[in-house]
């Protein structure tokens, strides 16, 4: 008996309510309210920090670069967060907390700051800290939500995400009006949203992860061992970085002075944030239900279709063209969010799901991190219509 080896610890810890209706209902309950705070949140990185970095700081092309490289950064961190979790023995939902805590800590130090690398050091923590919680997250539903409807569950929660980021983009378009240099308060609200967020993080259900082989990239090892997971990923990298790398010009390429003109701020806004925006609230739990039921291919091939559709129309000088690049992208994004936050669910034995969201989040900000730095640098030097074909053709 004495030489008998001790078992093994358990692939999947033993739930702590031990009714699965109960784990979902409450999951439901605060993860809406939560996703709606880190709405707010994840708006300003679509606008309003680079627009403050553009016509307020002055930025050059490599510092914007860097600013809109913030939640790429976080995906990179992501593995990091999955192994602390595990190191740790932590629920996931607890450490995202202490990570939005972080975060909140962050957007306060740059709501202060008063030249712009203090200001960019403010954000290259907060938002990063936010955003590596999404393998974290996405662990949560895997414990909590049953497959057959994960998906259509899931579609609330995003779709109270993006209405967090309609909202927030509404308010700094009538706030700031013309004059970015008042973008102060709003830091401030994104700093009392990421506390809020923290909060609701501690009422999720959620169990640690297992222990044994978390290390923060040996998970990458998932790309040979399993060749449709790495098939896959290689086409997402193709797809990222023409998808990422004109999604921040965008802002620039409306918001910049042309001709003599240079479009309100109100209009970046509504061009940029609002009007995808609400095409990704109206048709995400079409794209939920599609997720549960659609081949995972197809739906991957269809909405790149979109994404392609949206970049060829948006970079065109008529606005009735960018107004059709824009609702393009917001279906587009409809379905993307929930594809790209569940979609490691189909794929990974119950026990991988953290690890494998962790080496999908870290290839996205490889990606996207490159993908922002390349674009500015080329858009400056080669004007927005080659970046733009190189886009369609990934």
């Not at 999404?134 to 662990?139: D, G, Q, R, S, V």
């Not at 409807?149 to 700031?176: I, Q």
């Not at 923290?198 to 082989?213: C, V």
């Amino acid at each position: 008996a004495l030489n008998t080896p001790p078992p093994p610890l358990p692939d999947s810890p033993s739930p702590r309510l031990p009714d699965p209706a109960e784990r979902l209902a409450a999951t439901l309950r605060w993860d809406r309210p939560r996703a709606f705070c880190l709405g707010l949140v994840r708006s300003s990185t679509n606008v309003l920090l680079l627009l403050v970095a553009i016509r307020h700081f002055e930025a050059s092309p490599v510092a914007k670069g860097w600013l809109q490289g913030a939640m790429p950064l976080g995906l990179l961190l992501g593995p990091a967060a999955v192994a602390l979790a595990a190191r740790l023995g932590l629920p996931v939902a607890r450490l995202s907390a202490f990570l939005l805590l972080l975060a909140a800590a962050g957007m306060a130090a740059a709501t202060a700051a008063t030249s712009f690398p203090a200001y960019l050091a403010g954000i290259l923590v907060a938002i990063p800290a936010a955003i590596c919680t999404i393998p974290l997250e996405t662990e949560v539903w895997r414990q909590n939500a049953p497959a057959a409807v994960r998906g259509a569950r899931f579609s609330g929660v995003f779709r109270a995400l993006v209405l967090g980021m309609l909202v927030a983009e509404a308010f700094d378009a009538a706030w700031l009006r013309d004059d970015v240099s008042r973008y102060r308060p709003i830091l401030a609200v994104l700093t009392g949203a990421l506390l809020c967020a923290a909060f609701l993080s501690l009422k999720i259900p959620s169990d640690p992860i297992a222990r044994r082989g978390q290390g923060p990239l040996r998970g990458m090892a998932t790309l040979w061992r399993d060749p449709m997971f790495g098939y896959v990923s290689a086409s997402w990298m193709l797809l990222g970085f023409g998808n990422l790398g004109t999604l921040p010009l965008r802002v620039q390429y409306v918001a910049e002075e042309r001709a003599g003109t240079a479009h309100p701020a109100w209009y970046v806004f509504l061009l940029v944030g609002l009007l995808p925006g609400a095409l990704q609230v109206a048709t995400a739990p079409y794209w939920g239900r599609f997720f549960d039921r659609a081949n995972f291919l197809w739906m991957r091939i269809l909405l790149n279709m979109l994404f392609l559709a949206s970049i060829a129309c948006f970079f065109h000088p008529a606005w009735w063209m960018q107004a059709a690049g824009s609702v393009l992208l917001g279906i587009a994004q409809g379905g993307g969010g929930i594809l790209w936050n569940m979609w490691v669910t189909r794929f990974a034995p119950p026990d991988r799901v953290a690890v494998t969201m962790g080496v999908h989040t870290f290839l996205t900000g490889v990606r996207g991190l490159a993908a922002s730095l390349l674009a500015f640098a080329a858009a400056a030097r080669y004007g927005y219509g080659p970046v733009a074909a190189g886009g369609i053709l990934l």
